[in-house]
């Protein structure tokens, strides 16, 4: 009776540890990541953007958002809060600054802090809805993102 | 039976003498009968005019009617036909979108004009917070509501002042 006693605790104690062990390696898997977003009006200067970011592969959810690079879209862009802890968001944002002080060329308008769980590859797409000009005309943009590479 | 040769039967000759008589006599007419005859022949004509059949009197009215009737329904065909915008859509483009708060936001700033229906947040005031409220439906994912655009009081306005100057989570608060 004691012995078998001895083998019941010992096989819950060994499963024990193995489930442990696997929240372990699954709390390992799950990983932080920044996602740039970048927009390029080519000559002109971009005054207003409007995307749609979504990751298609991979259990991603978005955690936080913040501005870009250039001083004018530095400020977080406007977002749907309902988009947190989700894998898809609409950014946007506008400035009425001078067309001198509005970026031209490709640049880093947004990041999104994205959550990683597991092993699957994470894919992101992004798609430009809309631009201005400064002058509030339809401006062709192209968009795109990447996951930032930390240490 | 014809007897064309018995000759033509004549009248008494002083039955046409008193005829002939009769035609030169001078008929006399008092003026009161001509008068009263007159407007008898009057009322009459004026009776027949009035007793025209409704529906030559209504035809007028009707015709109108009609016609106004056939304007409103172009009208109808007209308005059906020419696209319907949103409130929100400033620029007439078909799409609530960014470009639309920018529109919005440029126009305040250069004090170009003020519509009323463009008080989307139903303060009464058109400013900046109504740029957020439109730039906040137009970053609204399918299936979500419109963000709610906080103001803090005696808090500077911002260019992306609203939902997008919240803090937004941080890996570490999710951790």
């Known amino acids: 009776m004691s012995r078998h006693f001895f083998y019941l605790l010992a096989g819950l104690c060994l499963a024990a540890a193995a489930l442990d ?3 372990a390696d699954r709390a390992e898997e799950t990983r932080f990541r920044p996602v740039d977003v970048f927009v390029d009006s080519g000559e002109q200067p971009l005054a207003a953007y409007q995307l749609h970011f ?3 592969a991979g259990d991603v959810k978005i955690v936080g958002i913040e ?14 809060p309902k988009a947190i802890q989700r894998e898809q968001v609409i950014l946007a944002a ?4 001078p067309v001198d002080q509005l970026p031209t060329g490709k640049t880093r308008v947004a990041t ?4 990683i769980a597991g092993e699957t590859a994470p894919q992101f797409e992004v798609k430009a809805q809309t631009a201005a ?19 | ?10 009248a008494p000759a002083r039955l046409i003498e008193d005829l002939r008589a009769l035609d030169r006599r001078a008929l006399f007419v008092p003026p009161a009968v001509d008068e009263r005859l007159l407007a008898e022949a009057r009322r009459h004509l004026a009776e027949g005019r009035s007793a025209a059949p409704p529906w030559r009197v209504l035809q007028p009215k009707l015709a109108l009617a009609a016609c ?14 020419s696209p319907q915008f949103a409130r929100e859509d400033l620029n007439r483009d078909g799409t609530v979108d960014i470009r639309d708060a920018f529109a919005l936001a440029r126009i305040l700033e250069t004090g170009a004009g003020h519509d009323r229906a463009w008080d989307f947040n139903g303060d009464g005031v058109m400013d900046r917070g109504d740029v957020d409220t439109l730039a906040a439906q137009a970053v609204r994912l399918p299936n979500g509501k419109p963000a709610k655009v906080k103001e803090a009081a005696g808090e500077p306005k911002h260019r992306n002042a609203g939902l997008a100057k919240d803090r937004t989570p941080t890996p570490e608060d999710a951790s």
């Open chain 1, 21 to 23: 062990q696997r929240e």
């Open chain 1, 54 to 56: 979504q990751a298609t």
């Open chain 1, 67 to 80: 501005g870009g690079e250039h001083p004018a879209f530095a400020e977080p862009p406007y977002y749907d």
């Open chain 1, 94 to 97: 506008f400035n009425a600054l």
């Open chain 1, 112 to 115: 999104l802090h994205v959550r």
């Open chain 1, 133 to 151: 000009s400064a002058d509030g005309e339809r401006l062709a943009v192209t968009v795109a993102c990447e996951e930032r590479k930390t240490e």
């Open chain 2, 1 to 10: 039976m014809n007897r064309p040769n018995q000759p033509e039967p004549q």
């Open chain 2, 68 to 81: 106004l009737a056939a304007l409103g329904l172009l009208a109808a065909l007209f308005v059906a036909r």
